[in-house]
């Protein structure tokens, strides 16, 4: 039997089209955005952008829900977040950077830098009818603030446009809760505190600062103190569960004082005031994964990196979850368990106010990004979105 040319010649591209053909594979972190929808569907959060990444790529970024509720859009992987305290590991590498350039030391006293914070007070006794202070037994230094572990409290806003330097002298009209050194307790004034500390050592503003050493070299395009009329169009709305109906309803940010994220004349405040979106998170992640290199060049010094991210706080509790520990500026897994329980010991990270969460893994090179903006968790570093987040993620990223 014979067969025409043409017939043949059809018959052997089908079979080199067939041959060529993409073969279709399940994408092992398809989970994630399932697992995480039920918490959109049971009105928990909005919606959610969850990114999985290793040293040098992104391997996984979806989006559920919705950024804003009223108007229906829906939420993008490229969405901006204020992501509130996961600020903080990104200001503690601004002063690691100082640390390399000579020109300051973490166990340096606040008060060489800032004069105010000279001759403190700590608070020995208090009741509702007296308070008893006795003088500061050490000054504060840059690691106690580091590790919140100096004593200082929360500050009093009146308004948004205080200066970085007013807010910070505020405080030390006010005595230490502690002797430095002694306890831990969360304080994200004393974080604050560093951001003035790096505008005096480094010789410029901090959002300044922060722009030259770490946002532009690092890639960081979407990552600033006040977002413009434009970016605010991707900015992803910040909710509250109402007790009354249940359901969720938009809220403010405290931590804005009033003010608006657009308004320029808010301080850049290095405690909780950044808004990014979960890419530009990892590309910092990524750089502290890598010993301190972003592509061919170098920010931190890798003994620095080391530093930020060992144990600082041995023999005090430090932290909100069993088992967690503090490095400078960073939260630390010490023994994993409860909602870190999928993680590894050394795996290093920061949340945020409103419910978001980054943490780096060194022994599997795997980062792990949560955005959300759900304020009123109960406990947000042991919700069940962040442990089913996680676990999920974990178990997608492999051993």
């Not at 059809?10 to 039920?38: C, G, H, N, Y």
Request: overall charge neutral; hydrophobic content about 40%; proline content about 6%.
């Amino acid at each position: 039997m014979q067969t025409s040319l043409p017939r043949l010649l059809s018959v052997l591209w089908t079979a080199v089209s067939l041959a060529a053909a993409p073969v279709s594979t399940p994408d092992k972190f398809a989970a994630i955005p399932e697992r995480m929808q039920a918490f959109v569907d049971q009105g928990e959060i909005s919606g959610a952008v969850m990114l999985v990444a290793t040293r040098d790529r992104i391997l996984h970024l979806s989006a559920i829900g919705q950024s804003d509720l009223a108007s229906g859009r829906k939420m993008e992987t490229n969405d901006f977040f204020w992501i509130a305290s996961m600020t903080k590991p990104m200001s503690a590498a601004a002063v690691a950077m100082l640390v390399d350039d000579g020109k300051l030391k973490f166990d340096d006293p606040v008060e060489k830098y800032l004069p105010e914070f000279r001759n403190l007070w700590v608070i020995q006794e208090e009741t509702t009818e007296r308070r008893v202070l006795v003088p500061v037994a050490r000054p504060i230094t840059l690691r106690d603030l580091l590790t919140h572990t100096s004593g200082i409290g929360e500050y009093v806003v009146y308004g948004p446009h205080w200066t970085l330097a007013e807010m910070v002298k505020s405080m030390t009209r006010e005595p230490l809760k502690f002797q430095p050194g002694t306890r831990w307790s969360y304080s994200t004034a004393g974080i604050d505190t560093l951001c003035r500390v790096v505008e005096v050592a480094g010789g410029v503003p901090f959002a300044e600062f922060m722009q030259r050493r770490l946002f532009d070299p690092l890639g960081m395009k979407d990552s600033t103190f006040w977002l413009t009329p434009e970016q605010e169009k991707r900015f992803a709305t910040n909710y509250r569960r109402s007790q009354e109906t249940g359901k969720l309803e938009p809220t403010t940010i405290y931590y804005m004082y009033g003010g608006v994220v657009t308004d320029r004349a808010r301080p850049p405040l290095g405690g909780a005031g950044l808004f990014s979106t979960a890419g530009d998170v990892a590309k910092f992640y990524q750089m502290m994964l890598n010993g301190g290199v972003a592509g061919s060049r170098r920010l931190l010094r890798p003994e620095t990196v080391a530093e930020l991210t060992r144990e600082q706080t041995t023999g005090i509790k430090a932290g909100w979850v069993l088992g967690s520990a503090w490095g400078l500026g960073f939260g630390l897994v010490k023994e994993p368990q409860s909602a870190t329980a999928m993680l590894s010991p050394g795996t290093f990270g920061h949340g945020g106010a409103h419910g978001t969460q980054s943490w780096a893994d060194p022994r599997r090179g795997a980062i792990y990004i949560l955005m959300i903006q759900r304020a009123g968790l109960p406990n947000s570093d042991n919700s069940d979105l962040r442990r089913v987040f996680q676990e999920t993620a974990v178990a997608a990223f492999g051993p």
